[in-house]
């Protein structure tokens, strides 16, 4: 069955540093592949779309990989901030309107 | 623009009663998605609507679910009768009619059946 891996422990950086995450996935072919925010009591919020033809995308100091031959995805913030805190989200398309697939998330928590 | 809107934020009901869930969606969404999740899981997807057509209802988890969009604007999700296991938060979601456009959601209706 499709599985999709985030590694469900929080992640603690200190402010300042890049904060690296990891979405894995077994058993999908996605199409496109997607990194929400989501903070306590809010539904989840968009960040970066990334194409299976794209290797990397940027946006400010986010920045996403994409990764088809081993099946993963590593989504990084450089220069944390306190305000990064929060649960990040990878989500899978096989395209088309077809059902986005979310995985557990990765609670990041940046020290000041 | 306003964002998605979900009536109630909490709702708290006893097994057996049943529950009615709203979403206003983005004004000229025409896709409109509803998303559950259960405590210590990841997000579920539940069902998709385009306009007021039902195009996904994979996700749905038995009958006891009935999701409507009259009209394609809002959508309402009931739940009749509730039970334990339904508890969690359900999420509305809505994106333009454009492929792979980005999911929009809604803070989400806190259900918890006791």
């Known amino acids: 069955s499709q599985k999709i891996e985030q590694n469900s422990e929080a992640l603690n950086i200190q402010e300042g540093k890049t904060a690296t995450l990891t979405c894995n996935y077994t058993?999908?072919?996605?199409?496109?592949l997607q990194w929400y925010r989501q903070d306590p009591g809010r539904g989840p919020v968009f960040l970066l779309l990334i194409r299976e033809n794209e290797k990397e995308k940027r946006k400010e100091r986010l920045k996403v990989t994409f990764d088809t031959t081993l099946k993963q995805s590593l989504f990084h913030i450089t220069a944390s901030q306190p305000a990064d805190s929060a649960t990040y989200l990878c989500?899978?398309?096989?395209?088309?309107?077809?059902?986005?697939?979310f995985g557990i998330g990765t609670k990041l928590q940046v020290i000041p | 623009e306003a964002g998605v809107t979900q009536f109630p934020s909490h709702s708290v009901i006893e097994k057996g009663q049943t529950v009615t869930l709203r979403c206003d969606p983005i004004?000229?969404?025409?896709?409109l998605y509803w998303y559950r999740r259960v405590m210590g899981k990841e997000i579920k997807f539940l069902l998709h609507f385009v306009k007021e057509s039902k195009q996904d209802e994979s996700g749905m988890p038995n009958n006891r679910f009935l999701a409507e969009r009259t009209g394609g604007t809002y959508s309402t999700l009931k739940v009749q009768p509730a039970e334990l296991e339904d508890s969690g938060v359900y999420f509305c979601a809505s994106s333009q009619g454009r492929e792979h456009s980005p999911l929009h959601f809604g803070n989400g209706t806190r259900l918890t059946v006791t």
């Open positions: 058993n999908y072919s996605p199409a496109y």
């Open positions: 004004s000229g969404h025409d896709n």
């Open positions: 989500a899978l398309s096989p395209g088309g309107y077809q059902k986005v697939t």
